[in-house]
């Protein structure tokens, strides 16, 4: 089951690894605990086979054993062991004990089954002044293992409640720690989610770690996105109210001319000039709409392969009419396919808007050219005419959305290149003004081409 609380993530990828840890610490302890038993039991064994050794003399000639009690009942702990034991001459003369106790090693110790017990069994020899060939003796003492498995189960009780108990203090500090080390994320949820912040501000958490800045910063980098969005969509809707007024009004009043005129003529260029009028308002709505789609976030990205010499054919096509209505020479120059990352649509109404403002300021029997070239790595379109051309200082300020060089003469919105730089900098490419050949304005754009591995050419949409 996954786990949705950062808190209790956090404690366990802490708690876990620490209790898998004591659980390796546990079964080492167990060990250490049957090896301390398995020592002290043969301690034990060893002590009370040297007492039971010194008691052995020789006794008007003849060996004499006698087992001293302190020998039996150093093994009396509580827990009912029985104790075993065999003294025993050089050459296997049985002296005092049980003659069938299984031996153990000399200096060693061993654990064997007697009459259905284990036993732990220890062996020592001792010599004996004036035993000749009986001596050494060899005495083996076994004991039953209830006290030595006693003694391992107090050991690793006592060692599993130290790490039972340091876990368990483990756990509350990386609580405490984690309730003092994630209050600034809990201090930012509320700050976000205030009742009373009712702007985009930037958020401040006092405290904040080094780890938790990067997502405030990424946070208010965002809201000053989301700001400056909100502000652009403000500043469109205001101009373009501003802007649709004037040709609204304009519109309402060649009706009302046109409909209180009774001469036939007099109707007729009203109703021609109300024509060119809502004609006017057509193409500034559209220029309000492509400006829209062309602002980032307005629209899904698109990264077709679209080839700009085709692009630029079919705004020349549709542009041609307008050029021979005023006899300007309109022209493509180009070599061949300049293919592009980017969005079809948007794309063509760049060079829409470009062969547009051409046309609309160059003087009849003037001419415009279009010139598509692949130079390093760029795709390059460049559009030239022979009218007045900007001035240096305005080149900048012309991009900006509505505006309109003073003393200007021709109709037009102030939106074209506003639409351009747009559609240019959302492609990644970039757009400069300069002054053509013989006078006049040339616009170069530059797009990065497209990888061979890209996706395949897409017509850029009519």
Do not use: C
């Not at 060996?63 to 003294?87: C, H, K, N, Q, W």
């Not at 959305?401 to 959302?426: C, D, K, M, P, Q």
């Amino acid at each position: 089951m996954r786990i949705s609380s950062l808190r209790l993530q956090l404690l366990a990828w802490v708690v876990l690894p620490l209790a898998a840890l004591v659980t390796v610490n546990l079964w080492t302890s167990q060990r250490n605990a049957v090896s301390t038993s398995d020592l002290v039991t043969d301690r034990m064994l060893v002590g009370s086979a040297r007492a039971i050794a010194e008691q052995v003399a020789m006794a008007d000639g003849v060996l004499d054993a006698t087992v001293p009690p302190a020998a039996i009942e150093m093994f009396d702990t509580g827990d009912r062991d029985s104790v075993y034991y065999r003294v025993e001459t050089a050459n296997g003369r049985l002296l005092t004990g049980y003659p069938d106790l299984p031996g153990a090693p000399q200096g060693g110790s061993i654990e064997a089954s007697y009459r259905d017990h284990r036993l732990r069994l220890a062996t020592l020899s001792h010599a004996v002044i004036g035993a000749g060939a009986d001596s050494p003796i060899r005495v083996t003492v076994g004991v039953t293992l209830a006290g030595h498995d006693a003694m391992v189960k107090r050991l690793w009780f006592s060692a599993f409640a130290q790490q039972l108990t340091l876990v368990a203090i483990a756990g509350v500090f990386v609580l405490l720690g984690l309730r003092r080390g994630l209050a600034p994320l809990i201090r930012l949820r509320d700050a976000v989610r205030s009742p009373d912040r009712s702007d985009l501000d930037p958020v401040e958490v006092p405290g904040a770690q080094s780890e938790i800045r990067p997502l405030i910063d990424a946070l208010n980098a965002y809201m000053e996105r989301v700001r400056a969005q909100m502000a652009a969509q403000r500043r469109f809707i205001a101009n373009a109210a501003h802007q649709l007024r004037t040709p609204l009004a304009l519109m309402s009043t060649q009706a009302s001319y046109a409909l209180r005129e009774s001469a036939a003529d007099q109707r007729q260029e009203a109703l021609v000039a109300l024509q060119a009028s809502s004609g006017r308002l057509a193409r500034l709505a559209e220029q309000l709409l492509t400006l829209s789609r062309a602002e980032p976030g307005s629209r899904r990205p698109r990264a077709d392969r679209i080839n700009l010499t085709e692009a630029a054919r079919q705004v020349l096509e549709g542009q041609a009419p307008k050029a021979i209505e005023r006899n300007i020479d309109l022209g493509l120059d180009e070599t061949g396919p300049v293919l592009v990352i980017g969005d079809g649509t948007m794309l063509r109404e760049m060079i829409v808007n470009l062969v547009d403002n051409a046309l609309r300021y160059t003087p009849a029997t003037g001419n415009v050219t279009v010139k598509l070239a692949a130079i390093d790595r760029e795709g390059v379109l460049t559009v030239t005419d022979n009218g007045p051309g900007i001035p240096a200082e305005e080149r900048e300020h012309v991009f900006e959305r509505f505006y309109r060089i003073a003393g200007a003469t021709e109709e037009g919105s102030g939106l074209g290149l506003a639409i351009v730089r747009e559609v240019v900098e959302n492609a990644a490419g970039s757009v400069t003004l300069g002054d053509a050949a013989g006078g006049g304005l040339k616009v170069e754009v530059r797009l990065p081409l497209a990888a061979p591995g890209d996706s395949p050419v897409r017509s850029p949409a009519r």
